[in-house]
């Protein structure tokens, strides 16, 4: 078999020329932006962590140009990870899968070539760009690691691509994924404790799109298991070629087990005993990654916002929870996790605050100038004790941060809503679970 006769096969196995596209279920917010951005013409770049469901997401914006009356023949779809490919990932290896298509399918309209994992192509940008120039097809990729928005992709490409970041499912989309979807306060209440069950699955196993769809708990956390090795060694041991990775393992593993917590590289230094560069680099892998996010401490000034640790957060919390020796009592500090990833997903500018008294607010969150809310995450407020250190720490942060008067005081909890006011501030004390649908 010649190399173009394998390669057309190849894409004939990718591609839904002649068969119907899958049954998946819809993520219509990214969906809807894939398609957005796809008609300015620049190269739409969906990137996120591995498993995310970024194919998934292309093939379902796929559908919809088809049921739009865009036939599959105007559009190209080939996953670069396919191993028919070893051996062959070269800027070269482009330009015949897209003769190839050309050739063979005859497109007549403006052709969509998307190109999943492309990454793996050494001098991919350079290959966009020049097909970016000529302006006869329009590209969509997708990505897993921050090659995809690094200083050589920035460069070549400045101006010419919009971003899509894809996270594993929010809280609505899990919902979705099992068949429930509460559109407003009264069906949430009418269906409590379905959603309140669903809630519990969502923080121990996370958000990644098949393990919602697998029914058995220990499958879940196998699963989940594997996505971990998967981006361990894919997406940072050989994209960066580490020969001894042990430590890169146990770090992570660390990491992912303190999410929430504050991060110093010094004490990791000291921990792992490893250098402090050594360990400043693999945490820039992790989150190269999209493993893990950091988030600094608010300060209007940057340069004692740049000196205080920063808070780190895992990319789900079921990858955290599978990795993790003391998932049991963390259950606030993975409701913390999720409400961070919610913030992201909402386009936030987040941060964490510690008053002069040693009180921790665990968001900041700021919109062009403007501190927007303040926000602490906690596992309850039955206990005197707990309630107090809560309210007191929005207070002490609101008087001690310029402008924080003005934005909005949430405590989320896992269940009970009411409003307080201390000192003046009016705070509300809202159910996690409506906040993270929009029904708060």
Same mark, same amino acid.
């Given at each position: 078999?010649?190399?173009?006769?394998?390669?057309?096969?190849?894409?004939?196995?990718?591609?839904?020329?002649?068969?119907?596209?899958?049954?998946?279920?819809?993520?219509?917010?990214?969906?809807?932006?894939?398609?957005?951005?796809?008609?300015?013409?620049?190269?739409?770049?969906?990137?996120?962590?591995?498993?995310?469901?970024?194919?998934?997401?292309?093939?379902?914006?796929?559908?919809?140009?088809?049921?739009?009356?865009?036939?599959?023949?105007?559009?190209?779809?080939?996953?670069?990870?396919?191993?028919?490919?070893?051996?062959?990932?070269?800027?070269?290896?482009?330009?015949?899968?897209?003769?190839?298509?050309?050739?063979?399918?005859?497109?007549?309209?403006?052709?969509?070539?998307?190109?999943?994992?492309?990454?793996?192509?050494?001098?991919?940008?350079?290959?966009?760009?020049?097909?970016?120039?000529?302006?006869?097809?329009?590209?969509?990729?997708?990505?897993?690691?921050?090659?995809?928005?690094?200083?050589?992709?920035?460069?070549?490409?400045?101006?010419?691509?919009?971003?899509?970041?894809?996270?594993?499912?929010?809280?609505?989309?899990?919902?979705?994924?099992?068949?429930?979807?509460?559109?407003?306060?009264?069906?949430?209440?009418?269906?409590?404790?379905?959603?309140?069950?669903?809630?519990?699955?969502?923080?121990?196993?996370?958000?990644?799109?098949?393990?919602?769809?697998?029914?058995?708990?220990?499958?879940?956390?196998?699963?989940?298991?594997?996505?971990?090795?998967?981006? +361990?060694?894919?997406?940072?041991?050989?994209?960066?070629?580490?020969?001894?990775?042990?430590?890169?393992?146990?770090?992570?593993?660390?990491?992912?087990?303190?999410?929430?917590?504050?991060?110093?590289?010094?004490?990791?230094?000291?921990?792992?005993?490893?250098?402090?560069?050594?360990?400043?680099?693999?945490?820039?892998?992790?989150?190269?990654?999209?493993?893990?996010?950091? +988030?600094?401490?608010?300060?209007?000034?940057?340069?004692?916002?740049?000196?205080?640790?920063?808070?780190?957060?895992?990319?789900?919390?079921?990858?955290?929870?599978?990795?993790?020796?003391?998932?049991?009592?963390?259950?606030?500090?993975?409701?913390?996790?999720?409400?961070?990833?919610?913030?992201?997903?909402?386009?936030?500018?987040?941060?964490?605050?510690?008053?002069?008294?040693?009180?921790?607010?665990?968001?900041?969150?700021?919109?062009?100038?403007?501190?927007?809310?303040?926000?602490?995450?906690?596992?309850?407020?039955?206990?005197?004790?707990?309630?107090?250190?809560?309210?007191?720490?929005?207070?002490?942060?609101?008087?001690?941060?310029?402008?924080?008067?003005?934005?909005?005081?949430? +405590?989320?909890?896992?269940?009970?809503?009411?409003?307080?006011?201390?000192?003046?501030?009016?705070?509300?004390?809202?159910?996690?679970?409506?906040?993270?649908?929009?029904?708060?």
């Amino acid at each position: 078999m010649n190399k173009e006769t394998q390669l057309l096969e190849t894409l004939a196995d990718w591609n839904f020329w002649h068969r119907s596209l899958p049954d998946t279920v819809p993520r219509e917010r990214y969906e809807t932006e894939v398609l957005s951005k796809s008609t300015t013409g620049e190269i739409v770049i969906v990137k996120g962590v591995r498993r995310s469901g970024k194919s998934t997401i292309l093939v379902n914006a796929l559908r919809r140009l088809v049921d739009s009356g865009v036939s599959p023949r105007e559009m190209m779809f080939v996953n670069l990870e396919d191993p028919r490919f070893i051996g062959q990932l070269e800027p070269g290896l482009l330009s015949r899968i897209k003769d190839t298509y050309l050739q063979h399918l005859n497109p007549t309209g403006t052709p969509y070539l998307i190109l999943d994992e492309i990454q793996n192509v050494p001098g991919f940008e350079k290959w966009l760009l020049r097909e970016y120039e000529l302006g006869n097809a329009r590209l969509l990729v997708t990505g897993s690691n921050a090659k995809l928005s690094s200083r050589e992709i920035g460069t070549a490409l400045t101006g010419r691509y919009l971003d899509v970041n894809v996270l594993p499912l929010a809280f609505d989309e899990f919902l979705s994924f099992k068949g429930v979807n509460p559109t407003d306060r009264l069906e949430l209440a009418q269906r409590r404790l379905d959603i309140k069950r669903l809630f519990e699955e969502y923080v121990d196993y996370g958000g990644f799109p098949k393990v919602a769809l697998t029914p058995e708990p220990v499958l879940k956390q196998a699963e989940v298991r594997i996505y971990f090795d998967s981006i +361990v060694l894919r997406d940072i041991v050989a994209r960066y070629r580490l020969d001894n990775f042990e430590a890169l393992l146990q770090l992570a593993v660390y990491i992912l087990s303190h999410a929430s917590s504050p991060l110093s590289l010094n004490g990791l230094k000291t921990h792992f005993g490893l250098s402090f560069d050594l360990v400043d680099r693999y945490v820039e892998y992790l989150e190269n990654a999209y493993l893990i996010f950091r +988030v600094p401490r608010f300060d209007w000034s940057l340069k004692r916002q740049h000196a205080n640790p920063r808070k780190v957060y895992a990319v789900d919390t079921g990858l955290s929870n599978a990795v993790s020796f003391q998932v049991g009592d963390r259950l606030g500090q993975r409701l913390e996790n999720l409400v961070f990833l919610e913030l992201v997903r909402r386009g936030a500018e987040v941060y964490y605050y510690k008053t002069q008294g040693g009180y921790e607010v665990d968001f900041v969150v700021k919109r062009g100038p403007h501190i927007t809310q303040l926000i602490q995450v906690c596992n309850g407020m039955e206990h005197k004790k707990t309630r107090e250190r809560e309210l007191r720490a929005l207070v002490k942060a609101t008087q001690e941060i310029a402008h924080a008067d003005r934005a909005d005081h949430i +405590v989320l909890v896992p269940d009970g809503e009411e409003t307080v006011v201390r000192e003046g501030i009016e705070i509300r004390i809202v159910d996690v679970k409506s906040w993270l649908l929009g029904l708060s």
